[in-house]
């Protein structure tokens, strides 16, 4: 059987020859990033990389653009790269390499780079992806021996459980086996190498790229110790700290993650947030009528109903054209009660399984201008009278300025709750407007320990809240 050459790497000279040159060509490339005037340096840039139609971009604009997934196959092929800013608990920015494109021709060196993801299709030869990563981790154990190299053994919906475990293995195998074999082994198997089996079919993409958002977190150890003081005081059986607008946690308690469990919670946040843009416009409509503590701006009150004789009620009782109809005598009115402001439903009353919150935050609670001067205007045309004085001098809109605050209501979290089995609940809260928290929790806990896991729940959204203001406030420095 002849020999395969999986690099160009042959000899230990060619190998040190290959290195040096990779290192110079790198330091070059730094130079002239270092002049790139629309560098983010607080983003973590991470590179997507592999041969052609491997499936690097189907698994971008699934995971980060809701692309229904049956419409990646008409996907047009990379000719460029393209990047994705994404904000989350850690600002990332997506680097999607061609493959026909070449790692040292991206114009920036590999140490600019905080992780390297490598997809690898399952149904290819993969006999020419394993040279061409063993190819790119020898040039990155020279330049960036601190890089996270992600491997997706990517499109592993068209084979059986059993077929793709063996291939899964296999592949990870002839990788390391060509890493071992490497001239340069000694520094290339100290970096860290992680293998996923990925398919844009099922959650297995949401997990691997949940992991690797999870080693770019630098508050990550912080996370995991909420989480796990929260799971054991307050008898929850598994807890996710989910991004709603990707569908990966960022953070998990340390019992291990079972499949079928993040499916359940990942289907969960799904289904809420396709059903938000329902409710998150609701909020409390002001008083039809309020009132008005300024004498100026109060409706004239009609005088007292006249005898039947007099002219003027008569025109205006009973209609003026020749009629021989007696007139009818006026029916004295009841006082007019005055209503007062209805107050905010309190969170007891509210249904609980409610879907999101109805106070968005504070830019959306404020009603639109063209929204505020309807209002103004129709409460001033109550409010003037016949000589329309209160129109004249504006007193009826500065007191309506007073009645009608356009400051934000206060913030309301969502959350819900569902039995999925008699013996099993999916918890939902959110903790802020792009983190929300997944728990499973025993039916029989849930219901005996609610408010203990609801006061709980509170401290930890305070804490989180604290640590996403530290990151936004790193960020705008």
């Known amino acids: 059987m002849p020999a395969r050459n999986y690099g160009a790497i042959t000899t230990p000279s060619q190998a040190s020859v290959a290195l040096g040159q990779a290192a110079t060509m790198q330091a070059d490339a730094s ?59 850690v600002a990332l920015q997506l680097w999607d390499c061609p493959g026909s494109k070449e790692i040292e021709d991206l114009g920036v060196p590999l140490s600019y780079f905080q992780s390297i993801i490598f997809v690898l299709d399952i149904q290819d030869d993969y006999y020419s992806p394993i040279a061409h990563l063993v190819h790119l981790i020898a040039t990155v154990a020279e330049v960036n021996p601190k890089v996270h190299l992600e491997v997706f053994v990517h499109k592993a919906e068209a084979l059986s459980d059993e077929f793709k475990v ?65 799971v054991a005081n307050s008898g929850i059986a598994k807890a996710f700290l989910f991004d709603v607008t990707c569908l990966l946690y960022v953070a998990t308690d340390a019992s291990p993650v079972d499949n079928a469990s993040f499916e ?9 947030t396709s059903f938000s843009n329902l409710y998150k416009n609701l909020r409390l409509q002001p008083p039809a009528s309020p009132i008005s503590t300024d004498p100026a701006a109060r409706p004239t009150q009609s005088p007292e109903p006249s005898s039947p004789s007099s002219p003027s009620n008569a025109s205006e009782h009973h209609p003026t054209s020749g009629s021989t109809t007696a007139p009818r005598k006026p029916r004295p009115k009841a006082p007019r009660k005055q209503t007062q402001p209805q107050e905010e439903e309190s969170p007891a009353s509210s249904p ?13 609670l404020a009603p639109s201008a ?105 960020r705008n420095r």
């Open 31 to 89: 130079q002239q990033h270092s002049q790139h005037s629309g560098d983010e340096p607080w983003r973590s840039k991470v590179l997507i990389t592999g041969l052609r139609r491997s499936g690097k971009t189907s698994v971008q604009e699934v995971v980060f653009n809701s692309l229904p997934p049956k419409d990646s196959f008409f996907l047009e092929a990379t000719s460029k790269v393209t990047k994705l800013d994404i904000d989350s608990m």
């Open 352 to 364: 609980s399984h409610s879907l999101i919150s109805t106070s968005k935050a504070e830019g959306e």
């Open 370 to 474: 063209g929204g505020a001067n309807l209002r103004r205007n129709g409460s001033q045309k109550s409010k003037t009278g016949s000589n329309g004085s209160a129109a004249s001098n504006g007193t009826g809109s500065k007191t309506l300025d007073r009645l009608l605050p356009l400051e934000a209501e206060p913030k309301r979290w969502a959350s819900s709750s569902a039995k999925l089995t008699p013996e099993s609940t999916l918890a939902y809260w959110q903790i802020t407007d792009t983190l929300s928290l997944v728990c499973l929790i025993r039916s029989q806990t849930y219901e005996e320990r609610r408010g203990l896991i609801e006061y709980n729940v509170t401290f930890f959204r305070g804490a989180v809240q604290k640590i996403v203001q530290l990151e936004l406030a790193k």
């Open 166 to 230: 063996e291939h899964f293995r296999h592949i990870q195998s002839r990788i390391i086996d060509e890493l071992l074999d490497h001239p340069a082994s000694s520094i290339m198997t100290n970096l860290p190498l992680n293998f996923y089996l990925t398919s844009v079919y099922d959650h297995t993409i949401y997990e691997a790229f949940s992991r690797v958002v999870q080693r770019l977190v630098p508050q990550l150890p912080t996370l995991e110790n909420l989480l796990n003081t929260l």
């Open 264 to 272: 359940l919670c990942c289907d969960y946040v799904q289904t809420l």
